[in-house]
């Protein structure tokens, strides 16, 4: 445990887990003199990268909500994809006397600075998604796998493709393909995780033709796409087939998107250019990455092809849990301590699970699950 961060540990334990102490009063503010420790109110400062995206509302929502419901008092901030302004708010945050920060970084490497500042004040930081980079001042990180989340992206373009069947198995399919690749942006530090599990599943079927890319472009600098930015993601679309594909006179197969809003963007070009307006009429097999509810009703209306959920209530409990450790003076439990190098130190990291969503398991994986209702997958908006 760092220096200053033990306050009252026993009571901002009690007090975080909701526990009762002998002789104390319960609550943010209550105090009771007899039992010799003080509840005081735990803060968690949560600082998410924008609100354009559904996937961080959600993930801001659950993070609040649990952290209230263990006893936490909450200061949850979106930064707009800003990175002066996510500096800001952290060390807004800071003064104001956060004792624990939940961070999901815009640039993974910007945030050195605020986050010295909070480590000398004895603030654990938990990195929220995406890992911090380049700082000794992270001290947990929770996540999903993401090496597997871009192995699945590129087995659902597989499937959707005809090379794989549900389990993933090939099915002696020979039939050559066309595709394209895009990947998220350069800052992240998911983004070579999820284009290195990506490709590493599409080599084989590239080096024996069974998939082509007639651009060329695959390296990960070239494909890649500043702050996961749907009209950004549309414009490269929209370039490659004027270099490329004769306007949308040729024959193009799959693309390979990861983030949903990258998959809008890319449809959004195909459809303009004339590929048609579903699968069947001709539009190519699109991955993607988040259940956003907008894709979720294209996947169900057969446009899109698939996402990958990662329930963000999980990595919300994940984070959740790793504060609890942080304010009853103990350590997270990590299930990874070698994959996530910060270029300082590997960070002990939490990894969490993932699924390809495809129409046929819509309803067993999201609607089940309570993550969106039957109607908000038909109107594709949260309700
Ligand atoms: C997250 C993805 C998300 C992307 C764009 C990544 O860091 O891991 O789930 O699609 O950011 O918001």
Known sequence: MRKN???????????????????????????GSDGGATAEAV???????????????????AVKSQLEEAGY??????????????????????????????????DGTALAAQLANAADKGIPIIAYDRLINGTEDVDFYVTFDNYTVGVQQAQSLLRGLGFLDENNEETG?????????????????????????????????????????PSGQVDMDTVSTLRWDQATAQK?????????????????????????????????????????????????ILSGQDAEIASVKMINDGVQYATIFKDTRKLAAQAVEAATAYAEGEEPEANDSETYDN?????????????????????????????????????????
Do not use: H
């Not at 961060?5 to 943010?28: D, E, H, K, P, Q």
């Not at 949850?76 to 956060?98: C, E, H, K, V, Y």
């Open 5 to 31: 961060f033990l306050r009252t540990t026993a009571a901002i334990g009690a007090l975080a887990l909701g526990v009762s102490l002998a002789g104390c009063a319960t609550g943010a503010s209550g105090g």
């Open 73 to 106: 008092e909450v200061d949850l901030q979106f930064a707009n994809d800003d990175i002066p302004r996510q500096q800001q708010q952290l060390d807004q945050m800071i003064t104001n006397g956060a004792d624990i920060l939940i961070v999901a970084s815009i």
């Open 173 to 213: 399919q020979t039939d050559p393909k066309v595709i394209e690749i895009f990947a998220g942006s350069p800052d992240d530090n998911n983004t070579k995780f999820f284009y290195q599990g990506a490709i590493d599943t599409l080599q084989p079927f590239l080096d024996d033709g069974r998939l082509t890319i």
């Open 236 to 284: 490269r679309m929209e370039d490659l087939l004027t270099s490329t594909y004769d306007g949308g006179a040729k024959p193009l197969d799959g693309v390979l998107a990861p983030y949903d809003g990258i998959s809008r963007g890319i449809i959004t070009a195909l459809e303009n250019a004339g590929y048609g307006s579903t699968i069947e009429a001709g539009l190519p």
């Open 343 to 383: 270029g300082v130190k590997v960070v002990p990291s939490f990894l969490l699970e993932s699924d390809i969503v495809v129409a046929d398991n819509i309803s067993s994986l999201l609607i089940d699950s309570g993550y969106w209702s039957e109607e908000e997958v038909a109107a594709g908006v949260a309700q």
């Open 43 to 61: 803060t968690v400062g949560v600082a998410m990268p924008t609100e354009t995206s559904e996937r961080w509302i959600a993930d801001g929502d």
